[in-house]
């Protein structure tokens, strides 16, 4: 958020206005201001800090908000209605999804992000070797270590959850979104899926709803 007319340093006068701009860049004039600071937020004291494993729609919402950010002029009542659904969803994804802490190495995150992003793929061991150049014994004890699972299982559930947020988003063949989460055959994938949700593909739509 950036406030008109003010200069480094100063305090924001309340006469002028307010646009919702992020001043990211420490070039930017407003970057190292004195009112661009953390504040608390009553009723939030002890809550979790870190990531959150991927989730689909919430990247989707992201998207969503950023891109109305940058088409600018975004009016105060759809900000502070996009803020207050951008926080439900956090919660929501937090009771759901395993939070990590600050302390998980830059490196871990980056390979759980090379998965989300190649989840069309038929991922295994031997990629994330190839995208980190680490030893796979390596690999592995990070996932053991900071994330207290495997690789396959992380691969596993996050293809698992792309697939249930495509089952209530698109109208697209079980076959067709099995490929979508790299896994070609529809066979492999509706055993899996059932593994993880305990209901087949279809039984999960029906039981979802449409979106």
């Given amino acids: 958020m950036v406030l ?15 646009t919702f701009e992020v001043a990211h860049d420490g070039r930017h004039r407003l970057a190292g201001g004195a009112f661009r600071r953390d504040r608390p ?15 689909a729609a919430l990247e989707h919402l992201l998207e969503y ?8 002029r975004t009016p105060r009542w759809l900000a502070r209605q996009l803020g207050r659904q ?16 600050h302390n998980v190495p830059p490196r871990v995150e980056q390979v759980t992000r090379f998965i989300a992003s190649h989840v069309d793929q038929p991922l295994s061991l031997r990629e994330l070797v190839g995208f980190t150049q680490l030893s796979p014994a390596t690999v592995w004890r990070l996932f ?25 988003t698109r109208r697209l063949s079980v076959a067709r979104i099995g490929e979508l989460v790299g896994m070609d055959d529809p066979f492999y994938f509706s055993k899996g899926f ?11 739509r029906q039981r979802a709803g449409w979106i």
């Fill in 194 to 204: 059932k593994a993880r949700t305990d209901r087949s593909p279809t039984q999960y």
């Fill in 144 to 168: 053991r270590e900071h994330l207290n699972t495997t690789t396959v299982r992380w691969i596993r559930n996050v293809k698992m959850e792309r697939a249930k947020t495509l089952l209530r």
């Fill in 41 to 55: 937020i009553p009723g939030l004291s002890g809550v979790g800090q870190g990531w959150l494993q991927t989730d």
């Fill in 4 to 18: 008109e007319g003010v200069d480094r340093g100063e305090v924001h006068r309340r006469d002028r206005p307010v």
């Fill in 65 to 72: 908000i950023v891109h109305l950010f940058d088409r600018g």
């Fill in 86 to 101: 951008l926080l439900c969803e956090l919660v929501e994804s937090g009771r759901t999804s395993k939070v990590h802490g």
